[in-house]
């Protein structure tokens, strides 16, 4: 019996890799993701910051509107006490004597003093 021998031209050639995509680690799509990532959490922290900066400068602002409120009233507070003392002057004294020599209204300090003070 004759010996099994090639066929003319030779064998197929094998095939031993397989057709699939590279598998494993990209670092050019890692870099991308976390690239991405970082610009919208710097984009949320800009406008967070122009945020903050308006609502100091609305706070700024609503104070200064308020100063002459708060001036007025206490004004109308002042007047009421100097009224009261100058009632209770005359309730004591029978008169109101001038402290100052003008007629100018100087406001009052109030000094909390201790009253175990010796002298």
């Known amino acids: 019996m004759p010996q099994d021998l090639p066929p ?10 397989r057709n699939l995509p590279a598998r494993g680690f990209r670092p050019a799509a890692l870099l991308f993701g976390a690239g991405l990532i970082m610009t919208y959490g710097w984009y949320k922290l800009v406008i967070g910051i122009r945020e903050q900066n308006e609502y100091a400068r609305e ?7 308020l100063i002459p409120l708060l001036q007025a009233e206490e004004d109308r ?4 006490r100097h009224l009261a003392d100058q009632a209770r002057e005359k309730e004591l004294l029978g008169d ?3 402290v100052y020599h003008s007629d100018r209204f100087v406001r009052p300090t ?3 003093t201790p009253k175990d003070v010796t002298k």
């Open 8 to 17: 003319v031209g030779g064998y197929d050639a094998v095939q031993y890799k």
């Open 59 to 65: 706070k700024m602002w609503s104070r200064i509107h």
């Open 77 to 80: 507070d002042l007047v009421r």
């Open 96 to 98: 109101n004597f001038k």
């Open 110 to 112: 109030f000094a909390a």
